[in-house]
Structure formats: structure tokens, C-alpha cells
């Protein structure tokens, strides 16, 4: 059952009196407003961008996962098969909520990156024929590289970036048959108040 409670708000200037009629639909079992002005103001949506890829390697299937809206990647995890290099990512999100991204089961886990604040710049590590064999991440509050594994095969390609302020809150793979994963990018978004890890 609803009330309606009539408003009347008058305004006089000169020889005009103009009168406002305002409804307001109160809800009788909750007492909340229909229409509320006090909610009137939107929250910000955060804006988000992809870097560049690692390289210009694009062989393989995009496979692409982000964290849901309000969340940030807070561990990155590689697998790593002997004679291939990286073959899959698990991405943790600050929900608990995980992402595998090529299902290939055929590697083993390296060490998982934990950044409770976030990771602002990823780069991969290219090998010919055998495309990424290694990567390093670096969290939001630190300027140090971890490196996934101890493979120094071939070479670092230029690291990806987020801008100050922004964090990692998905990731591309490319994935190609017979080698692996071959490239990637990075989904940074910007941090708009509240906790990093929200």
C-alpha cells in the first residue's frame, strides 16, 4: 500500500505567483521514496583501457578476461611446458573470482604473483619458435619486477604500462596451436576512490 504526501512549494515575484505541485510516492512497507533526490547524483564510472600487445606476433586466437566492474587483478599466474614456453594464465580477481584463459593442462604452474594493490605494468619475454617463455609483473606500489620463472631465453619485449593512478584488470592472450601463448595485453582502469582491492 502506498500514501502520497502533496507538497506545495510557492514562489511571488512580480504580479506572478507560480506554485510547484511536488509528488512524493513514499512506499508504505519500506518507507523509501520512488523518486528520491538525495540519489539523484550518479557514481563516476571508472574508464578503462587496453595496452599495446607485448609484440607484433598475431598467429594465434585472441582469448580475452576481465574483472567484473568493481574489481582489480590481484594475482597473475603462469603455466610453463617444457618445450613451449607459457601456455596459460590464471588471473585472480580481488572477489575471488578466477580466470584460466587457454585451459591447456599440459604445463606446470610457476610461482603465483600476489599485488593485494594491484599490478600497474606486465612484459613478456619472446622466444623465437617458441613465442612468450617468461614475464615479469610489477604491483602498483612497487617499482621491482617479478619474473614468473628463471627461463632467460631470447628476449624482453618492451613493458606495458598502465597510466599513474590505473591498475591491470584484465588480460589478451594469443594463443597458436603447437607453441602456446605468443603475445598479450593488458586492461588497465583507473582508480576512482575506495579500496584498491574493490
Known amino acids: 500500500q502506498r500514501r502520497v504526501r502533496e507538497a506545495v512549494v510557492s514562489t511571488q515575484s512580480t504580479g506572478f505567483l507560480a506554485s ?6 513514499i512506499d508504505g512497507t519500506s518507507g523509501m521514496s520512488v523518486f528520491d533526490t538525495r540519489g539523484a547524483k550518479k557514481n563516476r564510472v571508472r574508464e578503462s583501457k587496453w595496452t599495446s600487445w607485448s609484440n607484433g606476433n598475431f598467429a594465434g586466437s585472441a582469448i580475452s578476461k576481465t574483472c567484473p566492474d568493481d574489481q582489480i587483478a590481484v594475482g597473475l ?3 610453463e611446458q617444457g618445450g613451449y ?11 575471488g573470482l578466477n580466470f584460466d584463459f587457454t585451459n591447456n593442462r599440459n604445463g606446470n604452474q610457476n610461482s603465483k ?19 612468450i617463455v617468461n614475464a615479469n609483473m610489477q604491483c602498483s606500489d612497487s617499482s621491482n619486477w617479478r619474473a614468473s620463472n628463471g627461463n632467460m631465453n631470447g628476449g624482453w619485449n618492451g ?4 597510466p599513474s593512478g590505473w591498475v591491470i584488470t584484465g588480460m589478451e592472450v ?3 596451436s603447437g607453441y ?13 576512490g575506495g579500496k584498491k582491492g574493490e
Open 20 to 25: 510547484v505541485i511536488i509528488l512524493l510516492f
Open 77 to 79: 599466474q603462469w603455466d
Open 85 to 95: 614456453g607459457l601456455v596459460d594464465l590464471n588471473m585472480a580477481c580481488g572477489n
Open 113 to 131: 604473483q600476489a599485488c593485494s594493490s594491484g599490478f600497474k605494468a606486465i612484459q613478456g619475454r619472446e622466444q623465437g619458435g617458441y613465442g
Open 159 to 162: 613493458a606495458l604500462y598502465c
Open 174 to 176: 594469443q594463443e597458436q
Open 180 to 192: 602456446g601463448i605468443i603475445n598479450f595485453r593488458a586492461r588497465c582502469t583507473e582508480l576512482r
